[in-house]
C-alpha cells in the first residue's frame, strides 16, 4: 500500500540522473539514424561524422546550460567500451564478412595488421622520443612514449565500416577492415605488455618470451574463437531447438558469441579476435542450422545490435570531446600553441608511421602474387594507407588506462595527453572520414568499381570454382566437356596455383567431415519445419 500511495503521488525514481542520461542518449541515436537517413546519398558525410558531430553540438549545449561545470551526462568507460560496445560490433563483422575475399587475403591482412602495427608503434614510439620529449609538456617517462606508440598505432575499424563498401569495394574492404582487427589486438597487446613490461631490465631471453607470448594470444584467441563457433553449432544441430522455439536458437546464438568473447577477456586473450572468428565459423555453420525464421531473425539482430554500438559510441566520443575537467587544466598550465603542437606532432606520426608499413608491405606482398588481379596496384594503397588513418575509441580508452585513474586526473602532462588523445581522434575521424569517399571515386572511377568487385571476387559455385581451375590447370576434369584429363600430382598442383588449391582441398576436408559434424549447407537433415536450402537463397556475405 505504501508503494502504491507513493506511485500515485507521482514521486521521481530514485536514480533520476541515470534515467535522465540514458533518455537523452535514446533521443539522440533517434535523430542519428534520421538524419543519417536524410543524408544517405551525400557523399561527404556518413553516420559516424553525423553522430559525432551531434555529440558535439550536444556536449556544447550541456556546457552551456551548466555554466560551463560539465558537458557529458556519462564518464567515459573503458569497461562500457570494451565489455558492451566493441563485442556486438566486431561480432557482426566477422559474421557478414565475406570469407573468401578475407581468406584469400589472410597472409596479406596478417602482415598489415601484424608486422605494420608493429612498424607503426615503433615509428611512433621513437618519434615521440624524440620530438614530444622537446615540447617540455612534463616528466614523461620511457613507457609513457612507448605507451603512445601502442594507443595512436590503433586504428579505427568501426569507422571503416562506414566509409567502405564491401560490395562496391570488397577487396579494398577486406584489407582494410581485416587489417583494422588484427591491428586493435595487437595494439591492445602491446599495451598491456607495455604496461607489465620491466623496462628498467630489457635483455634478448625477455624480448623472446614477450614475441612467443604474443604469438600464443593470437595463436589461442583465434583457437577460442574457433571452438566457440563449431560449439555453438554442433549443439543447436544436435538437439535442434527449432522444433519447439525459434527464440532458443536466436538466444544461443547471441549468448554464444558473447560468452566468447567474455571467455578470451578472462583467459587474458584477445577477445577482439576471439568474438571476430567466432561470428565467422557461425555464419559458415551453426546459421545454417537454424529454421528459416531465425536466419533472418539473426541476421538483421545482429546488425541492428552493431548499428546501435556503433551509434551510441561516436556520440559518446562528440561529447567527451569538451571534457572540460581536462581542458580546463590544460589551458590553465600550457600555452594553446603547445597544445596545438603537441596535437600536429601526433598526428604527423601517424601519418608517417602508417606510409612506413603500407607501402613496403604492400610491394612484398606483391612479389607473392602472380597474377595482376591479385596485386595492390599503387592506387589501392593510397586508399588502405589513407582510410586506415583514422583514430578512434580503442586510441582513447587506452589513453584512459594510461593517463587518468577512473577518468579523473590533476597532472596536467596526463591532461594534455588525454586532450590531445581527443583531438587527434577527433581530427582524424572527420578529415579522413570525409575525404576517403571522395578518394576512392578520385582514384578507382566508378566504371572500374564492378570490374574489381568481379575481378577480385571468388567463384560463386563449386562447379564454377572447378571449371576456372581447370582453365588454368590442364590437369584437372574438363567439366563442359565431360572428359576427364590427367590429374597433376598435389604438389605440382599447389604449386601452380597455392590460393585456389588450398581453397580445394579445404573445400573437400569441409564437405567430407567438417559439415556432416557440424551442419551447414547441404548437411541439416530434414525435419518437418527444419530449415531448407532450396526455400532460402544465401544471403550476401555468408557465402562460403
Not at 281 to 297: A, D, G, P, Q
Request: hydrophobic share 50%; with cysteine.
Amino acid at each position: 500500500m505504501g508503494l502504491g500511495a507513493a506511485m500515485a503521488l507521482g514521486d521521481p525514481p530514485a536514480d533520476y540522473a541515470s534515467i535522465a542520461a540514458v533518455g537523452l542518449f535514446v533521443a539522440l541515436m533517434c535523430v542519428c539514424i534520421i538524419v543519417g537517413h536524410l543524408l544517405e546519398e551525400n557523399r561527404w558525410m556518413n553516420e559516424s561524422i553525423t553522430a559525432l558531430f551531434i555529440g558535439l553540438g550536444t556536449g556544447a549545449v550541456i556546457l552551456l546550460a551548466s555554466s560551463g561545470k560539465h558537458s557529458r551526462v556519462l564518464q567515459f568507460s573503458e569497461d562500457l567500451f570494451f565489455i558492451y560496445l566493441l563485442p556486438p560490433i566486431i561480432f557482426n563483422a566477422g559474421f557478414q564478412v565475406k570469407k573468401k575475399q578475407f581468406f584469400r587475403n589472410f597472409i596479406t591482412i596478417t602482415l598489415f595488421g601484424a608486422v605494420g602495427t608493429l612498424i607503426s608503434f615503433t615509428v611512433i614510439s621513437l618519434g615521440a622520443l624524440g620530438l614530444v620529449s622537446r615540447l617540455n609538456i612534463g616528466a614523461l617517462e620511457l613507457g609513457d612514449y612507448l605507451a603512445l606508440g601502442a594507443i595512436f598505432s590503433a586504428t579505427d575499424s568501426v569507422c571503416t565500416l562506414q566509409v567502405l563498401s564491401q560490395d562496391e569495394t570488397p577487396f579494398l574492404y577486406s584489407l582494410v577492415f581485416g587489417e583494422g582487427v588484427v591491428n586493435d589486438a595487437t595494439s591492445v597487446v602491446l599495451f598491456n605488455a607495455i604496461q607489465n613490461f620491466d623496462l628498467g631490465n630489457i635483455s634478448g631471453a625477455k624480448l623472446l618470451d614477450f614475441i612467443g607470448s604474443f604469438l600464443y594470444l593470437f595463436g589461442a584467441s583465434t583457437i577460442l574463437g574457433v571452438a566457440s563457433g563449431l560449439l555453438s553449432a554442433y549443439i543447436i544441430k544436435k538437439l535442434y531447438f527449432g522444433r519447439h522455439s525459434t527464440n532458443r536458437e536466436v538466444s544461443i546464438m547471441m549468448l554464444m558469441a558473447y560468452l566468447s568473447y567474455m571467455l578470451a577477456e578472462l583467459l587474458d586473450l584477445s577477445g577482439i579476435l576471439t568474438v571476430f572468428f567466432c561470428g565467422i565459423v557461425m555464419s559458415h555453420y551453426t546459421w545454417h542450422n537454424v529454421t528459416e525464421s531465425s536466419r533472418v531473425t539473426t541476421k538483421h539482430a545482429f546488425a541492428t545490435l552493431s548499428f546501435i554500438a556503433e551509434t551510441f559510441l561516436f556520440l559518446y566520443v562528440g561529447m567527451d570531446a569538451l571534457d572540460i575537467e581536462k581542458w580546463k587544466i590544460v589551458s590553465q598550465t600550457y600555452s594553446p600553441i603547445k597544445s596545438i603542437a603537441l596535437s600536429s606532432t601526433i598526428l604527423a606520426l601517424v601519418l608517417v608511421s602508417r606510409a612506413a608499413f603500407v607501402f613496403p608491405l604492400s610491394f612484398l606482398s606483391n612479389l607473392t602474387k602472380k597474377t595482376p588481379n591479385g596485386k595492390i596496384s599503387f592506387r589501392q594503397q593510397v586508399i588502405v594507407w589513407w582510410a586506415g588513418l583514422m583514430r578512434g575509441a580503442v586510441s582513447i580508452a587506452l589513453a584512459y588506462n594510461k593517463f587518468t585513474r577512473s577518468g579523473h586526473t590533476q597532472q596536467p602532462s596526463n591532461a594534455i595527453m588525454i586532450t590531445s588523445t581527443i583531438s587527434v581522434v577527433f581530427l582524424s575521424t572527420i578529415i579522413f572520414g570525409l575525404l576517403t569517399k571522395p578518394l576512392i571515386r578520385l582514384l578507382i572511377p566508378p566504371r572500374h568499381l564492378s570490374r574489381e568487385a568481379s575481378a577480385l571476387s571468388e567463384p560463386s559455385s563449386p562447379k564454377s570454382f572447378f571449371e576456372e581451375l581447370a582453365a588454368n590447370s590442364p590437369g584437372l576434369p574438363d567439366l563442359e566437356n565431360g572428359t576427364s584429363l590427367p590429374r597433376p600430382t598435389s604438389l605440382r598442383l599447389l604449386l601452380a596455383s597455392p590460393a585456389r588449391s588450398v581453397h580445394y582441398y579445404w573445400r573437400k576436408f569441409d564437405n567430407g567431415f567438417m559439415r556432416p559434424v557440424f551442419g551447414g549447407r547441404g548437411f541439416v537433415p530434414f525435419v518437418p519445419g527444419s530449415p531448407t536450402e532450396s526455400s532460402m537463397p544465401l544471403l550476401p556475405g555468408n557465402e562460403n
